[in-house]
């Protein structure tokens, strides 16, 4: 059952509905109506941590002395942690409770915060990226599940409401929208930008700590175990939609995981703009567009949010490659809005569909997967464009880019939405597991 800390009554038996105090139960919701607030500005502030170095690249390069490569692969780290995370751990709070994985969530990237700062070359770059990656792999699909759970016991009249995975969304890609911000602004404005960004965050996420500790958990422990955790089971006939949901997130993080790593490579070379803070607001627009686009679509049924996602993605990928032919920077923000608000729309829709084919046991571990897809296509794309820039144009580079990731998106949708979400009441799929 949730621990002491979570229970009020500290393990003294409750009287029976009947004779509780009317006001006990409006106390119960009232707990999990804030947890959930707090959850989510948890949730946001450890990704806003790790979009942040974004506007910081350029001052990155010239204290290490790298390139435009080694900076995709310093961004490409944090991806690697994120995915050993995601794989090894991200299935732990279907068993051991969501608030015990977020707080050494927030512990790690505390951790990851002050390598920054007390590290400052390049292997304390990279070592402090894998654990800021590390800290998003047990904070992403947790929170993500968290949500829902706090949602439904503060509001057990409307389970399956479509809030949850909304601010769920909109924290995670909201909180990539302020990170680059942030920093953008402490680069342009204040002294030691690279020590003070990291203090800002830091601050940040021990506040949140904090809050998180005051937050009930929503996860029974000492319920019997049928048999081994089961990380990954998907429900019956469900695999190639998971696989379809896999890679519309990919091809969402595909285009933001670009703009974080060599956006400001982009704006310096070829818009010929030096403004720390002009790179952190074109991260800003990108992804605050993908959380906008979520909040005033989101209740759309699932076909047609996927259907716009798939227009509004490929035409912002051309626009992106337009301005680079046409060098002018509000096309080029225009273009980075565009793109990220239909790659927002496909990640909501992919982050719903990988949830709707989960047994609800292994909840968390399914969405664990998918972000462990998601988080590589954010970071192995931005390598692989990095090599392609040594053998032809930033102009070419882009078309190819824009036209494997939209004719991938496409084709992503058309089989998310044939395929159809088999029902709850299903036995789940037992050959369909992860370990």
Same mark, same amino acid.
Request: charged share 10%.
């Given at each position: 059952m949730p621990d002491a800390a979570a229970d009020p009554t500290h393990g003294i038996p409750t009287p029976a509905p009947a004779d509780r105090p009317?006001? @006990?139960?409006?106390? !119960?919701?009232?707990?999990?109506?804030? /947890?959930?607030?707090?959850? *989510? &500005?948890?949730?946001?502030?450890?990704?806003?941590?790790?979009?942040?170095?974004?506007?910081?690249?350029?001052?990155?390069?010239?204290?290490d002395h790298f390139g435009a490569t080694m900076v995709t692969v310093a961004y490409a780290s944090m991806v690697v942690g994120a995915a050993a995370a995601f794989l090894g751990l991200g299935h732990l709070s279907d068993r051991l409770g969501r608030r015990r994985v977020i707080v050494p969530a927030l512990l790690v990237g505390l951790v990851a915060s002050v390598v920054l700062i007390v590290w400052q070359d390049l292997p304390g770059l990279i070592a402090g990226r894998i654990l800021n990656g590390v800290g998003l792999g047990l904070m992403a699909s947790t929170a993500t599940t968290y949500l829902h759970d706090l949602?439904?016991? @503060?509001?057990?009249? !409307?389970?399956?409401?479509?809030?949850? /995975?909304?601010?769920?969304? *909109? &924290?995670?890609?909201g909180g990539l929208a302020s990170g680059p911000l942030v920093a953008g602004a402490?680069?342009?404005?204040?002294?030691?930008?690279?020590?003070?960004?990291?203090?800002?965050?830091?601050?940040?996420?021990?506040?949140?700590?904090?809050?998180?500790?005051c937050t009930p958990e929503t996860v029974d422990r000492e319920l019997p175990a049928a048999g081994p955790p089961t990380r990954f089971v998907l429900r019956p006939g469900s695999r190639r939609a998971f696989g379809a949901a896999g890679a519309l997130g990919a091809s969402a993080f595909a285009i933001l995981g670009l703009i974080s790593s060599l956006g400001a490579s982009v704006l310096h070379g070829t818009l010929h703009t030096d403004s720390h803070l002009v790179v952190g607001l074109?991260?800003?627009?990108?992804?605050?567009?993908?959380?906008?686009?979520?909040?005033?679509?989101?209740r759309l049924p699932l076909h047609r949010l996927l259907t716009v996602g798939a227009v509004g993605f490929p035409v912002g990928l051309v626009l992106c490659a337009v301005s680079l032919y046409h060098p002018v920077l509000w096309?080029?923000?225009?273009?980075?809005?565009?793109?990220?608000?239909?790659?927002?729309?496909?990640?909501?829709?992919?982050?719903?569909?990988?949830?709707?084919?989960?047994e609800?046991?292994?909840?968390?571990?399914?969405?664990?997967?998918?972000?462990?897809?998601?988080?590589?296509?954010?970071?192995?794309?931005?390598?692989?464009?990095?090599?392609?820039?040594?053998?032809?144009?930033?102009?070419?580079?882009?078309?190819?880019?824009?036209?494997?990731?939209s004719c991938g998106a496409v084709v992503s949708v058309a089989v998310a939405l044939r395929d159809r979400t088999p029902g709850a009441g299903e036995l789940p799929d037992r050959s369909a597991r992860l370990s």
């Open positions: 009317p006001s @006990a139960p409006a106390r !119960r919701r009232a707990g999990h109506t804030t /947890g959930f607030w707090f959850v *989510a &500005a948890a949730f946001s502030v450890l990704m806003a941590f790790g979009t942040a170095p974004t506007p910081l690249w350029p001052l990155y390069e010239a204290r949602h439904d016991e @503060a509001r057990p009249d !409307r389970t399956g409401s479509v809030l949850p /995975g909304i601010v769920a969304t *909109a &924290a995670n890609l402490a680069a342009e404005w204040l002294p030691v930008p690279l020590v003070t960004a990291q203090a800002i965050f830091t601050l940040a996420m021990a506040v949140c700590l904090v809050l998180v500790l074109a991260a800003f627009l990108m992804f605050g567009s993908a959380a906008a686009a979520q909040l005033v679509l989101g096309l080029y923000l225009v273009a980075v809005s565009l793109s990220g608000s239909g790659s927002g729309l496909l990640f909501k829709g992919g982050l719903e569909r990988a949830r709707s084919v989960a609800p046991a292994s909840r968390a571990g399914v969405l664990a997967v998918f972000f462990v897809v998601a988080y590589l296509g954010m970071g192995l794309p931005s390598v692989l464009f990095s090599i392609a820039l040594r053998h032809f144009t930033v102009q070419t580079a882009m078309i190819g880019f824009a036209t494997v990731l």
